[in-house]
């Protein structure tokens, strides 16, 4: 069993994740902005963080920066329903995101971008 760091503004959508990670057996703490994000894991750091890339606040790009500049290994999953998926890809690899997911995802989706993220 993870825990998981969902970093999203849209409620529904962290709703929707911790749901189905709790029923993969995973530990769920959520944040609704990438500024609570930091503070959370900060103060209890997960195994796997997923970031909205749009959110108030602070954005999930900078809150990317921010993580993987103060933990350098630390696994992090990008989602975004705005941006094409060559930018959000091409944007997340260079902040260190290997896994990017693009709203609306079906939950077989996430769950597999986290299988493989927890494994690696």
Not at 30 to 46: F, H
Not at 48 to 59: H, R, T
Not at 98 to 118: D, H, M, N, S, W
Request: hydrophobic content about 50%; overall charge negative; aromatic content about 6%.
């Amino acid at each position: 069993m993870a825990t998981i760091l969902v970093m999203d503004d849209e409620a529904s959508i962290r709703l929707l994740l911790s749901t189905a990670l709790q029923s993969a057996g995973h530990a769920v703490v959520e944040a609704s902005n990438g500024r609570e994000g930091l503070r959370v894991y900060r103060q209890t750091p997960a195994d796997l963080v997923i970031v909205d890339l749009l959110m108030p606040e602070l954005n999930g790009f900078d809150t990317i920066m921010e993580l993987t500049r103060e933990f350098l290994d630390i696994k992090v999953i990008a989602m975004s329903g705005v941006f094409g998926d060559e930018f959000m890809k091409k944007t997340a690899r260079l902040l260190g995101v290997r896994q990017t997911v693009r709203k609306p995802f079906g939950i077989e989706e996430i769950l597999k971008a986290v299988r493989y993220e927890l494994m690696h």
